[in-house]
């Protein structure tokens, strides 16, 4: 096994921009955001003051992390722009996000999130599947949230809908120590 934990500068997180959601998916956001800031990665996310987004950026801001944030041009006309970014990528729309996103990211790990959440995680994996990378999306399984998806893609592989196996697809973490542990054989 390859220890790659240094070697993995830019990490892109993926999650909500809702603010109503349980107190545990912020705890966490901040445990990450804390980590990658300490430990003098850079922070690769949506560039929003919102939800889990806002609370990772300030967590990993606060402990010395760089912070890059990928925002479309809507969400620049409507004032959702961070304030703590180091550097602003202004993207026309979220497809282009998503791919400078990925494209800056050595690793990518996704908190919960919604709609746009789950758009991004299966860009990554649909990527993967065909070759364009070789990113797998590290899922942080807070309070049993993926559940329903680990249990989708299980369902796909079993049904052979995969081209190859789960784990060149997806990593799952429970908590900070996992994550750490994940990164240590992460392929990009």
């Not at 109503?20 to 990450?32: D, H, K, M, T, V």
């Not at 990993?60 to 304030?83: H, M, N, Q, Y």
């Amino acid at each position: 096994m390859t220890d790659n934990r240094d070697k993995i500068s830019n990490i892109c997180v993926f999650c909500s921009a809702c603010d109503g959601i349980r107190p545990s998916y912020f705890e966490a956001a901040r445990r990450l955001g804390r980590w990658i800031g300490s430990t003098g990665k850079t922070l690769i996310y949506g560039g929003v003051d919102l939800g889990l987004m806002g609370c990772i950026a300030e967590a990993a801001k606060s402990s010395g992390g760089r912070l890059i944030g990928i925002v479309p041009g809507k969400f620049e006309e409507d004032g959702k722009a961070s304030t703590l970014c180091d550097e602003i990528i202004n993207v026309p729309d979220l497809s282009a996000r998503k791919d400078r996103m990925v494209r800056l990211a050595d690793a990518v790990i996704a908190l919960p999130g919604g709609v746009g959440t789950m758009d991004e995680v299966f860009t990554v994996m649909a990527a993967t599947s065909v070759g364009y990378h070789r990113k797998r999306v590290l899922l942080y399984d807070i309070d049993g949230f993926y559940d329903p998806l680990i249990r989708l893609m299980t369902t796909l592989s079993d049904e052979h809908f995969l081209r190859h196996g789960l784990d060149k697809y997806m990593l799952v973490a429970h908590d900070i120590d996992e994550i750490i542990t994940s990164l240590q054989d992460y392929d990009r």
